[in-house]
């Protein structure tokens, strides 16, 4: 019998015992195909280590991953797809619950061609809530200054939730600092660089609802984005990717 699973979920984490705990096990009930959980951390002394052991008690398909690449989100990811059994790879920040809905629409597309799968908390009735405010603010207006510039065929290219094959991730270079979730955009300009199909999926996306360590600080943050904003601007209009909704 092929234990191989169909779906490899990557969660990045630094410090998210309690987000974890509610977490998994709303995946677990919400995630229909046969999946694994990679819990991705950057140290021992990470809270969400004990936590993810705890958890591991009930589920069998939950695995520990210590990230020996290069700390942050960027690094977690990357030490994930290596790590994953799957060819089809589910990036989600632990602290957002609600985005686990939309795991079906973004399989459905994905069996239908999509390389790269995206959610919008901006567009077909996205909405983003809580978090940030002043973040929230400059998220929303870099993404749709960003779509009319460069005919970005996503309406959310900062979003950290994304599906993709593995083959896909493995042909992009990811060069971004870690500071939090910025190589998140630059995932998004580089893969519709690629010849594959793109989709996007509206979600309802909720910032620390149960608490969490957040690692968002403004200079650097926009310092960092603003460096893939203007490299976007110089090479995404070059391309015409095929864009794919529900």
């Not at 994905?110 to 929230?136: D, H, M, N, P, Q």
């Not at 992009?172 to 630059?186: C, K, L, R, T, Y």
Request: net charge positive; hydrophobic share 45%; glycine share 8%.
């Amino acid at each position: 019998m092929d234990n191989t699973p169909k779906l490899s979920i990557i969660l990045p984490v630094r410090n998210e015992a309690e987000s974890l705990r509610i977490m998994v096990p709303v995946l677990e009930v919400n995630v229909e195909v046969p999946h694994e959980i990679l819990v991705v951390y950057d140290f021992p002394q990470d809270t969400s280590v004990s936590a993810a052991k705890w958890l591991k008690e009930k589920y069998d398909n939950i695995f520990l991953v210590l990230n020996d690449l290069s700390q942050g989100v960027a690094g977690a990811v990357k030490k994930g797809v290596q790590s994953a059994k799957s060819d089809i790879i589910l990036i989600l920040p632990v602290d957002e619950v609600f985005p686990i809905i939309v795991i079906r629409d973004m399989l459905r597309l994905v069996e239908r061609g999509c390389g790269f799968v995206s959610c919008t908390r901006y567009a077909l009735g996205g909405k983003r809530l809580g978090g940030s405010f002043i973040g929230g603010i400059l998220s929303r207006l870099a993404n749709k200054v960003f779509q009319m510039a460069t005919g970005s065929a996503l309406t959310d290219a900062t979003t950290g939730i994304k599906m993709f094959k593995k083959s896909v991730f493995e042909r992009i270079n990811i060069e971004a600092d870690p500071v939090g979730w910025s190589f998140a955009f630059e995932l998004s300009i580089k893969a519709q660089m690629l010849d594959i199909k793109i989709g996007e999926v509206p979600v309802v996306s909720v910032d620390r609802l149960f608490g969490g360590q957040s690692t968002f600080k403004l200079w650097p943050w926009i310092s960092e984005y603003t460096r893939w904003f203007i490299w976007g601007m110089r090479n995404l209009d070059r391309f015409k990717p095929t864009r794919k909704n529900t």
